[in-house]
């Protein structure tokens, strides 16, 4: 991200990402609602994403209910492969996810330096809400566009910090297991 933004921590991601620009400020009605949203919508994304622990012993109870996990896994990934062909979502880009802001390929589209907007993540393939995050254009480069996220309530702000983490703590471990 920018020069002060570089060691904040962050992961990379390919998602639809769509900027909606806002003339003037943002209704505060709106940022409330909005961060709400954003909210659920981490919730959500937490709870398809959790994982069960490991049982060393499983009983009959135990292993029944992984075998039906494993169904329920399984019907989940065939959603998530078919949902986006019948969703009208925005074309997907590499993204540099941050809790404080975002960075994308600058394209023809990509909003002027101190616009303000909306930015719309679909983070998860099968959670229909995008996160709505205000946000402020930076310079950015001259391939990159940067957007930096406005504070919205304390806690949808700890929420996709906490998202961040988790995702960039899989991302070292998957870099690990190579």
Same mark, same amino acid.
């Given at each position: 991200? &920018?020069?002060? &933004? /570089? %060691?904040?921590?962050?992961?990379? +991601?390919?998602? #639809?990402? *769509? @900027?909606? #620009? +806002?003339?003037?400020?943002?209704? !505060? !009605?709106?940022? =409330?609602?909005?961060?709400?949203?954003?909210?659920?919508?981490? %919730?959500?994304?937490?709870?398809? =994403?959790?994982?069960? %622990?490991?049982?060393?012993?499983?009983? #009959?109870?135990? +292993?029944?209910?992984?075998?039906?996990?494993?169904?329920?896994?399984?019907l989940l990934s065939?959603?998530?492969?078919?949902?986006p062909r019948f969703?009208?979502?925005?074309?997907?880009?590499?993204?540099?996810l941050s809790w &404080?802001?975002? *960075? @994308?390929?600058?394209?023809? /589209?990509?909003?002027?330096?101190?616009?303000?907007? @909306?930015? =719309?993540?679909?983070?998860?393939?099968? +959670?229909?809400?995008?996160?709505?995050?205000?946000? *402020?254009?930076? $310079?950015?480069? !001259?391939?990159?566009?940067?957007?930096?996220?406005? &504070?919205?309530?304390?806690? $949808?702000?700890?929420?996709?910090?906490?998202?961040?983490?988790?995702?960039? *703590?899989?991302?070292?471990? %998957?870099?690990?297991?190579?």
């Open positions: 991200m &920018s020069d002060t &933004s /570089d %060691a904040t921590l962050s992961y990379r +991601v390919e998602a #639809p990402i *769509r @900027w909606l #620009p +806002v003339a003037g400020d943002f209704n !505060a !009605a709106e940022l =409330e609602h909005a961060a709400e949203m954003n909210q659920r919508v981490l %919730a959500q994304i937490a709870q398809f =994403e959790e994982r069960g %622990a490991t049982i060393d012993q499983p009983t #009959p109870q135990d +292993v029944e209910i992984q075998r039906l996990h494993a169904k329920l896994d399984l065939a959603l998530a492969e078919l949902a969703l009208d979502r925005p074309p997907r880009k590499p993204l540099r &404080s802001g975002l *960075r @994308w390929p600058r394209d023809a /589209d990509t909003a002027a330096e101190g616009g303000q907007g @909306w930015i =719309e993540l679909h983070l998860h393939p099968i +959670v229909l809400q995008p996160l709505r995050w205000p946000a *402020r254009m930076l $310079a950015g480069d !001259a391939t990159e566009a940067e957007a930096h996220f406005l &504070s919205t309530n304390e806690a $949808a702000q700890l929420s996709l910090e906490r998202y961040v983490f988790q995702q960039h *703590r899989r991302a070292v471990a %998957a870099a690990r297991r190579i």
